[in-house]
């Protein structure tokens, strides 16, 4: 195998500009698929910070809530119910919405967040910054301001962070109120929100007045160590109505992913992303690999006519599509990790480069071009080498 590779190699190179054209269509194809696929993944990832920082086992909500961004309130006396069980440490509430933030700098620009309320009795969020603060949130219209939000809400953080006080402005159905920020937590920006507030049970009540009592978003469920959860959570199902549905906290996070996969648009153009990023790759190797078996087919049939088979004729040019899947992956793996930083700086998504995405488009890369290559051989098989001389 390797005494035939210096062959393949030579004929490659032979036709220079030949060979960068190729390699520009690989480095163009491995470019468009690691965006689309970060960019994808980003928007799953950012999408279920909020789950990933719940320090919950299991997790109650409405059976007509479909995502994070559109969660229907159920009865919080099915979180009370819950309760009951001997498993069960401790129940909360999770409330979510979304508010108006005015922008404190120009007072008259108006931007919806999402604002999430809990009861500060319990630690329940991992999230950096928040247990920080839990004692400046217990006083009336106080918030915490998530320090990855968009820079649209105003120089909230630079101004917390020079000890400037912050107040301003947020509204929900017509009812402003007015807060303070009493500090940063971190959680980011998705595709659903570019900010974020956190808030006390009590002033999220306060600031969306027109919220129906004794109604939650979200129940989290803390159970007691050693606990059967198979067992408990066949309890609950069979105790509770069907106005609720019980969720791991794993399965909570599949919930929210899966909205976004199939519920919406978004899942499927990055995919198709994807897909035509691998067609225009194999269209431009095929056609360079298929010029050169063409213009080099005297030669080739001088190789049959002395007794080599078709597969030794596939294997160089196989070999050839796998220098150009080579050479062309790496630069684009360079220019990718350098697209997502400027990404992940221009919208906050999490767009990062991971070792099974790197590993997932070599492969792709290798199989498109070695399926161009086949296809690009193909000609080579009914070749005689009478007719051809």
């Excluded at 990023?277 to 005297?298: A, F, R």
Aim: glycine content about 8%; aromatic content about 12%.
């Amino acid at each position: 195998m390797f005494s035939k590779l210096p062959t393949a190699w030579l004929q490659l190179r032979y036709q220079k500009v030949r060979l960068i054209v190729a390699l520009s269509g690989v480095i163009f194809a491995v470019v468009i698929i690691f965006m689309q696929l970060g960019i994808r993944d980003a928007l799953f990832d950012s999408a279920v910070r909020l789950h990933k920082g719940l320090e919950g086992d299991y997790f109650l909500i409405s059976p007509r809530s479909t995502s994070l961004i559109a969660m229907e309130t159920f009865p919080e006396r099915r979180l009370n119910q819950v309760l009951g069980f001997s498993e069960v440490d401790f129940v909360t509430p999770v409330y979510l919405d979304f508010a108006q933030w005015k922008n404190p700098e120009t007072r008259n620009y108006w931007r919806n967040l999402f604002v999430i309320g809990f009861d500060l009795r319990y630690r329940i969020f991992n999230l950096p910054g928040v247990n920080d603060y839990i004692e400046a949130l217990k006083i009336s219209d106080t918030v915490l301001f998530d320090s990855s939000s968009r820079s649209e809400f105003g120089p909230i953080v630079a101004n917390f962070e020079q000890q400037k006080p912050v107040s301003t402005e947020v509204g929900s159905g017509g009812n402003n109120r007015r807060i303070d920020v009493v500090g940063l937590f971190q959680m980011g920006t998705s595709f659903g929100s570019d900010g974020n507030l956190m808030v006390s049970h009590v002033n999220f009540l306060r600031i969306f007045g027109n919220r129906r009592k004794g109604f939650i978003d979200v129940g989290l469920i803390k159970l007691k160590s050693g606990t059967d959860t198979q067992k408990f959570v066949n309890q609950v199902k069979n105790y509770l109505p069907p106005d609720v549905k019980i969720l791991s906290k794993e399965e909570f996070i599949q919930f929210e992913k899966n909205y976004w996969q199939s519920s919406t648009a978004i899942g499927f153009i990055f995919n198709l992303g994807v897909g035509l990023g691998l067609i225009v790759g194999m269209v431009v190797v095929y056609q360079i690999l298929y010029t050169n078996v063409s213009e080099h087919l005297p030669e080739y049939a001088t190789l049959k006519a002395m007794g080599y088979r078709h597969k030794y004729l596939l294997s160089m040019v196989l070999q050839q599509a796998l220098f150009i899947s080579i050479l062309g992956y790496v630069p684009g793996l360079l220019i990718s990790i350098i697209q997502y930083e400027v990404t992940k700086k221009a919208t906050l998504l999490p767009v990062e480069m991971t070792f099974n995405r790197a590993m997932f488009v070599i492969i792709a890369t290798i199989v498109m071009c070695f399926i161009s290559g086949a296809t690009a051989v193909g000609k080579l098989k009914s070749a005689d080498p009478a007719d051809i001389f």
